[in-house]
């Protein structure tokens, strides 16, 4: 397993961004399968994106294509989620998740470590 360590929440307008952090333990990061999740008050955890091993393939939620972004640098063991035109809708915790298994089952869900997650909250 990965620690994982996310940074990068606040509370921001409705139209304005964020940057998100993952800051990852252990020498074997290049081979984890890397993704975002977030939990809204009173609802599930959700996929919000993903990104291979390499960076070459990424994923993303519907309610968040074209405004979100995901990208790693594995020579800082860390992925990054670019959040902009950012919504209220937008609000929850979000979680860093890590998996040895490719995207497809990292977005069913099939996660071996998560972070601890940080609050975003968008004010309308």
């Known amino acids: 397993q990965v620690q994982l360590v996310e940074s990068g929440g606040g509370l921001v307008q409705a139209g304005g961004s964020l940057r998100l952090s993952c800051a990852a333990s252990?020498?074997?990061?290049?081979?984890?399968?890397m993704a975002w999740f977030r939990q809204a008050p009173g609802k599930e955890r959700e996929f919000v994106a993903a990104?291979?091993?390499?960076?070459?393939?990424?994923y993303y939620a519907d309610s968040v294509k074209g405004r979100f972004t995901i990208s790693r640098d594995n020579a800082k063991n860390t992925v990054y989620l670019q959040m902009n035109s950012l919504k209220p809708d937008d609000t929850a915790v979000y979680y860093c998740?890590?998996?040895?298994?490719?995207?497809?089952?990292?977005?069913?869900?099939?996660?071996?470590?998560w972070g601890q997650g940080t609050q975003v909250t968008i004010s309308s």
């Open positions: 998740a890590a998996d040895g298994r490719g995207i497809r089952a990292v977005v069913a869900g099939s996660v071996g470590s």
């Open positions: 990104i291979s091993w390499s960076g070459g393939s990424t």
């Open positions: 252990g020498r074997t990061f290049s081979m984890y399968t």
